[in-house]
């Protein structure tokens, strides 16, 4: 269903993705990686966030950095249940946590605009994207390394 959107552009139901790495500038500064090249772990996150809007036909609203690395990210994919994208993003985790580094991912159902847009209308624009922000932090707060579908 299409509904008015923001910019003019139309909204669509479908989910919006956001991920970041826990704790990360601990974990860079215990393990002497670079924050402004990518280490194993944002070069790994930029690689399975690639991966993962290609499979789903997303797109990356914002935070892929393949210059830096990818150390957060935000994901909108049009006509998709967050149900159905469980395995994949289980799967993210997973690959992330064998390096030892802890990220929290939550997928929210909701209308989405599917454009790139700067940090802060990223996480603020939309009313779907302020209610997965509102979550990713609450569970950021509560230790992260979690994957929440709602």
């Not at 609203?61 to 049009?78: F, H, K, M, N, S």
Request: hydrophobic share 40%; proline share 5%.
């Amino acid at each position: 269903m299409r509904k008015r959107g923001y910019k003019g552009y139309p909204l669509v139901e479908g989910t919006v993705v956001m991920m970041d790495l826990d704790r990360f500038s601990d974990v860079v500064a215990e393990r002497g990686w670079s924050e402004y090249s990518p280490n194993p772990a944002t070069a790994l996150l930029t690689r399975l966030v690639e991966e993962f809007a290609r499979k789903w036909q997303g797109v990356v609203v914002y935070g892929l950095d393949e210059e830096r690395g990818t150390e957060e990210a935000v994901i909108e994919i049009p006509l998709v249940e967050p149900e159905e994208l469980l395995e994949d993003l289980t799967r993210i985790k997973q690959e992330i946590n064998k390096l030892g580094v802890g990220i929290t991912i939550v997928a929210v159902r909701g209308y989405v605009l599917a454009q790139p847009a700067p940090q802060r209308e990223a996480y603020t624009l939309t009313p779907t994207r302020r209610q997965a922000h509102t979550l990713l932090k609450k569970l950021k707060r509560r230790g992260g390394n979690t994957v929440a579908i709602v």
